[in-house]
């Protein structure tokens, strides 16, 4: 899901319309409304989103997703994983296998489960 679609579906999760949430948080209803529908990105700066996940009563992995989708909107890495250089170094690697294996569709499916059961096993180490 990306960012305009989920942020759209917290926001109909309160009831709230397009113009109720904006004049909740201040924001513009034309820019939102160009956020929601994936023509303009997020904001990056991590205090307002922190403000709209605290809004939305996003809590745990749904604020994470929240966050990491609003940096994959913007086409960045989420701060987190940015700083992680044992990560960063190994990003290069992953995405030369992702390119030359043209992952789309069902192949792309069947690697991000692959990475989910790898982050299980480490989980429960």
Same mark, same amino acid.
């Given at each position: 899901?990306?960012? $305009? #679609?989920?942020?759209?579906?917290?926001?109909?999760? !309160?009831? &709230?319309? =397009? *113009?109720?949430?904006?004049?909740?948080?201040? +924001?513009?209803?034309?820019?939102?409304?160009?956020?929601?529908?994936?023509?303009?990105?997020?904001? $990056? #700066?991590?205090?307002?989103?922190?403000?709209?996940? !605290?809004? &939305?009563? =996003? *809590?745990?992995?749904?604020?994470?997703?929240? +966050?990491?989708?609003?940096?994959?909107?913007?086409?960045?890495?989420?701060?987190?994983?940015?700083?992680?250089?044992?990560?960063?170094?190994?990003?290069?690697?992953?995405?030369?296998?992702? *390119?030359?294996?043209?992952?789309?569709?069902?192949?792309?499916?069947?690697?991000?489960?692959?990475?989910?059961?790898?982050?299980?096993?480490?989980?429960?180490?």
């Amino acid at each position: 899901m990306n960012f $305009g #679609d989920l942020v759209k579906q917290h926001r109909i999760d !309160k009831n &709230l319309t =397009l *113009r109720q949430f904006c004049a909740e948080l201040g +924001l513009d209803p034309s820019n939102w409304s160009k956020v929601e529908r994936g023509l303009n990105p997020p904001t $990056g #700066d991590a205090r307002t989103l922190e403000a709209w996940c !605290k809004f &939305l009563g =996003l *809590r745990g992995e749904a604020k994470q997703e929240f +966050l990491d989708t609003a940096a994959v909107a913007r086409r960045e890495l989420p701060e987190d994983m940015a700083a992680d250089a044992a990560l960063m170094a190994k990003l290069p690697a992953f995405f030369r296998v992702v *390119r030359n294996h043209d992952l789309k569709g069902k192949k792309l499916t069947e690697l991000v489960k692959s990475i989910q059961a790898l982050n299980q096993g480490d989980s429960d180490s």
